[in-house]
């Protein structure tokens, strides 16, 4: 089982970045694919989900109207298209895979992350 996450950067405050997370070793379609952010001291937070199901996505609200995350299922990859950053948007970020999920409260599979630092 293998989540590989990129994309992640230096980008200015206002910049855009797009996340990957390319998935393998599992059935992917069987998955909801979620993003999750830490910075050191801090709790990891959920940013955001797209369902098993039907690909519904949920977000926290500190990324709605900016963040937008898709899936193609003919790559097993989800994509995390981030808009109008904000320096409280660096962390690292993760992608995680739940079987059946539809919020991603309990992943089964982590990938390792990538950094993402938005400069003032």
């Known amino acids: 089982v293998q989540l590989q996450a990129s994309g992640g950067g230096l980008v200015q405050a206002g910049g855009s970045l797009r996340l990957s997370c390319a998935a393998s070793?599992?059935?992917?379609?069987?998955?909801?694919i979620g993003w999750f952010r830490q910075v050191p001291g801090k709790e990891r937070e959920g940013v955001t989900c797209i369902s098993s199901s039907d690909d519904t996505t949920v977000y926290a609200d500190s990324v709605k109207g900016r963040f937008t995350l898709s899936r193609d299922r003919a790559k097993n990859t989800v994509y995390l298209q981030m808009d109008s950053l904000k320096p409280e948007d660096t962390a690292v970020y993760y992608c995680?895979?739940?079987?059946?999920?539809?919020?991603?409260?309990?992943?089964?599979?982590w990938g390792q992350g990538t950094q993402v630092t938005v400069s003032s």
């Open positions: 995680a895979a739940e079987r059946w999920g539809h919020l991603c409260f309990s992943p089964d599979h």
């Open positions: 070793g599992f059935t992917f379609d069987d998955y909801a």
